[in-house]
């Protein structure tokens, strides 16, 4: 399956975007689907995850009230919704797609898209 994130971009804190993942080739519902970001210099973390039929999900702490991951195996795409946005969100978010049921660890990961950038300014 090919990845593509869309949606990054700048904000000030306490704004909002909303990134998509865009899935081509095996459909998006034999994936259980996460939401990474690496800041520069940083190493990369776990942001949110979704089971392949968005009956679960799974939130970083630090995210945790302010992000909401969703998808929609109808258009094979996965989204993160994130409201109030603090500078230290700024970081490349990632989609990534997994086989196993429900992945616990970055390399339980099998197909990753390219990042988007978020930039978020105080």
């Known amino acids: 399956v090919q990845l593509q994130a869309s949606g990054g971009g700048s904000v000030q804190a306490g704004g909002s975007l909303r990134l998509s993942c865009a899935a081509s080739?095996?459909?998006?519902?034999?994936?259980?689907m996460g939401w990474f970001r690496q800041a520069l210099g940083k190493e990369r973390d776990f942001v949110a995850g979704?089971?392949?039929?968005?009956?679960?999900?799974t939130y970083a702490a630090s995210v945790k009230g302010r992000f909401t991951i969703s998808r929609d195996n109808g258009k094979n795409t996965v989204y993160l919704q994130m409201n109030s946005l603090k500078p230290e969100d700024t970081a490349a978010y990632f989609c990534?797609?997994?086989?196993?049921?429900?992945?616990?660890?970055?390399?339980?990961?099998?197909?990753w898209g390219q990042g988007t950038q978020v930039t978020v300014s105080s």
């Open positions: 080739g095996d459909p998006l519902s034999s994936f259980f």
């Open positions: 979704i089971s392949r039929y968005g009956s679960g999900t």
């Open positions: 990534a797609a997994s086989r196993r049921y429900i992945p616990s660890a970055d390399d339980e990961y099998d197909y």
